[in-house]
């Protein structure tokens, strides 16, 4: 590190170069980016075009809290001019108010509470499949298959898409963080965009009841007493798809990475099966998987560091939630930690819309896969790799065994 002046940085605010896109063995980017918080409230990152990295609890969150100042304009440090639109994700003020506004009816907790029964069904027949086999990917057979039949299921959509689903999601993110191509990242979003449009026109020539199928209550949507237009309907498509499927997949992951390398915390949840809830809430927290960015849309300055308007900061919810100032024992998983109040899902207007989705859908995957296989260990000698951009391992061979 240095404290010269480099982009126009003042001297005085620490500046590293930290590539936020390579792998690295399982837990690697947190043990880093844990120490770079301990020595610095933030820094200058010279990778890619260049940013600023907030790596505190309070800081992180203030910036979340204030979006007129951390704009969600753009929300990936290394694309600060994106060539797509994502709705809600990337509006701001009052727009971004009213599309959460026609969104919120598919993810409210009453919405979410009528649920639990078909997702356990999803659950366990993506387990009849793998049982008899003795072994799997969970990364792949179980993590991301999961989260997709549910998707699929809540908007309506043929569960067959689901291999080109996951296809599109898993291109999309593979080059987030890419600080110089983006081909694959926006051809999965061109064909993502094709899918839901052949879709919508579909709805239009054959309407279903807006309460059950999620594009029929899109396309019955007003904004400002005005339909969607194709392009908005899109976008919100394109989000959906993405928010559905890749975050709980990376998620459900370190899950089980946890249990297959914890058996100690394996065997509490399955003498005490009423712990899986707190323990949802310690994975959210110990293995954060989202580093969102914002593009600052004034000058601000936190700790000491005057940001200029137009740069992009990094706000990784993992540092915040792993920071020991608010967190007792933040590095050590405890299963049942109290008062957990985490970043996992961010704050403030941009707090993620399908967060209760997403802890239902963490508990029943534990749940269930537990009730069937108890018992399993890693299935490979090699390191177990994760990759930036969001993050996640990218392969978890399980095997199952007798205790």
Same mark, same amino acid.
């Given at each position: 590190?240095?404290?010269?002046?480099?982009?126009?940085?003042?001297?005085?605010?620490?500046?590293?170069?930290?590539? $936020?896109?390579?792998?690295?063995?399982?837990l #690697?980017?947190?043990? %880093?980016?844990?120490?770079?918080?301990?020595?610095?409230?933030?820094?200058?990152?010279?990778?890619?075009?260049?940013?600023?990295?907030?790596?505190?609890?309070?800081?992180?969150?203030?910036?979340?809290?204030?979006?007129?100042?951390?704009?969600?304009?753009? $929300?990936?440090?290394?694309?600060?001019?994106?060539q797509?639109?994502?709705?809600?994700?990337?509006?701001? #003020?009052?727009?971004?108010?009213?599309?959460?506004?026609?969104?919120?009816?598919? &993810?409210?907790?009453?919405?979410?509470?009528?649920l639990?029964?078909?997702?356990?069904?999803?659950?366990?027949?993506?387990?009849?499949?793998?049982?008899?086999?003795? /072994?799997?990917?969970?990364s792949?057979?179980? +993590?991301? %298959?999961?989260?997709?039949?549910?998707?699929?299921? $809540?908007? #309506?959509?043929?569960?067959?898409?689901?291999?080109?689903?996951?296809?599109?999601?898993?291109?999309?993110?593979?080059?987030?963080?890419?600080?110089?191509?983006?081909?694959?990242?926006?051809a999965?979003?061109?064909?993502?965009?094709?899918? &839901?449009?052949?879709?919508l026109? @579909?709805?239009?020539?054959?309407p279903?009841?807006p309460?059950?199928?999620?594009l029929?209550?899109?396309?019955?949507?007003?904004? *400002?007493? %005005?339909?969607?237009?194709?392009?908005?309907?899109?976008n919100?498509?394109?989000?959906?798809?993405? #928010?559905?499927?890749?975050?709980?997949?990376?998620?459900?992951?370190?899950? &089980?990475?946890?249990?297959?390398?914890?058996?100690?915390?394996?065997q509490? $949840?399955?003498?005490?099966?009423?712990?899986?809830?707190?323990?949802? %809430?310690e994975?959210? /927290?110990?293995?954060?998987?989202?580093?969102?960015?914002?593009?600052?849309?004034?000058?601000?300055? =936190?700790?000491?560091?005057?940001?200029?308007?137009?740069?992009?900061?990094?706000?990784?919810?993992?540092? +915040?939630?792993r920071?020991?100032?608010?967190?007792?024992?933040? @590095?050590? &998983?405890?299963?049942?930690?109290?008062?957990?109040?985490?970043? +996992?899902?961010?704050?403030?207007? *941009?707090?993620?819309?399908?967060?209760?989705?997403? /802890?239902?859908?963490?508990?029943?995957?534990?749940?269930?896969? *537990?009730?069937?296989?108890?018992?399993?260990?890693?299935?490979?000698?090699?390191?177990? =790799?994760?990759?930036?951009?969001?993050?996640?391992?990218?392969?978890?061979?399980?095997?199952?065994?007798?205790?």
């Open positions: 590190m240095s404290t010269e002046e480099l982009n126009g940085v003042p001297s005085g605010c620490p500046v590293i170069e930290f590539d $936020i896109n390579k792998d690295r063995p399982v #690697g980017y947190r043990t %880093e980016l844990d120490a770079l918080r301990e020595e610095s409230p933030a820094y200058w990152n010279t990778f890619g075009q260049g940013f600023w990295m907030l790596t505190r609890f309070s800081d992180i969150r203030e910036a979340h809290q204030k979006s007129d100042v951390f704009s969600s304009r753009s $929300i990936i440090v290394t694309d600060p001019d994106p797509y639109m994502w709705i809600p994700t990337l509006t701001d #003020g009052p727009d971004h108010v009213k599309y959460r506004q026609i969104l919120n009816s598919y &993810f409210s907790p009453r919405v979410v509470d009528t639990w029964e078909s997702n356990r069904g999803w659950a366990n027949q993506i387990i009849d499949e793998l049982i008899d086999q003795g /072994r799997c990917d969970m792949t057979d179980f +993590a991301a %298959e999961f989260p997709a039949r549910v998707f699929l299921s $809540i908007a #309506g959509l043929p569960q067959e898409d689901a291999p080109a689903a996951l296809k599109w999601v898993s291109d999309t993110f593979s080059q987030m963080m890419d600080p110089d191509d983006h081909s694959v990242q926006l999965a979003t061109a064909a993502i965009r094709e899918y &839901f449009s052949n879709l026109d @579909d709805r239009r020539a054959n279903r009841d309460k059950t199928d999620v029929s209550h899109l396309l019955a949507a007003r904004f *400002h007493d %005005e339909p969607l237009d194709q392009d908005t309907l899109l919100i498509c394109n989000v959906l798809i993405l #928010g559905g499927m890749d975050t709980l997949k990376c998620q459900l992951g370190y899950s &089980f990475y946890h249990f297959a390398t914890h058996p100690e915390d394996r509490r $949840i399955l003498d005490d099966p009423s712990l899986i809830p707190s323990a949802v %809430e994975i959210l /927290r110990y293995y954060t998987i989202v580093l969102p960015g914002r593009k600052l849309a004034q000058d601000y300055e =936190i700790a000491g560091c005057p940001m200029k308007k137009g740069q992009m900061v990094w706000l990784d919810l993992g540092q +915040a939630s920071d020991p100032r608010v967190f007792p024992d933040a @590095d050590k &998983f405890i299963i049942d930690r109290p008062n957990n109040k985490h970043l +996992a899902f961010a704050a403030g207007p *941009h707090r993620c819309l399908g967060s209760h989705l997403a /802890r239902q859908e963490l508990q029943v995957a534990i749940e269930e896969w *537990h009730k069937r296989i108890p018992n399993y260990v890693l299935d490979t000698d090699e390191p177990i =790799i994760e990759h930036g951009g969001q993050l996640a391992v990218k392969s978890l061979p399980i095997r199952w065994v007798d205790l």
